[in-house]
């Protein structure tokens, strides 16, 4: 099994930036593909970016393209998310993901893609 732990949520004034975190324990060989989807109330989950194992491919959504930026090191078993740029409609509950397979595989953008699950941090941006 593999656990993931997200930090760094809080509150912040739109324009500013947040930087989250997911650490990842447990059996993490298994991990290649990350990512990282938020859900507002009321709302779906929805694909926020995702990054492969080597972290020479990343992708975003359009909604957070140019203004969020993925990444990872695999030695810290961690992947961040530093968002800038942080707009009210980006309040969610957001959630680090991971799993066993490599984002050609399959459909990187889809919940179902991945295999483990944090329990979110509260990302809240005020206007």
């Known amino acids: 099994q593999v656990q993931l732990v997200e930090s760094g949520g809080g509150l912040v004034q739109a324009g500013g930036s947040l930087s989250l975190s997911c650490a990842a324990s447990?059996?993490?060989?298994?991990?290649?593909?990350m990512g990282w989807f938020r859900q507002a109330p009321g709302k779906e989950r929805e694909f926020v970016s995702r990054i492969s194992w080597s972290g020479g491919s990343t992708y975003y959504a359009d909604s957070v393209k140019g203004r969020f930026t993925i990444s990872r090191d695999n030695a810290k078993n961690t992947v961040d998310l530093q968002m800038n740029s942080l707009k009210p409609e980006d309040t969610a509950v957001y959630y680090c993901a991971a799993s066993r397979w490599s984002y050609y595989q399959g459909p990187a953008a889809n919940p179902q893609f991945y295999h483990y699950w944090g329990l979110g941090t509260q990302v809240t941006v005020s206007s």
């Open positions: 447990g059996r993490t060989f298994n991990i290649y593909t």
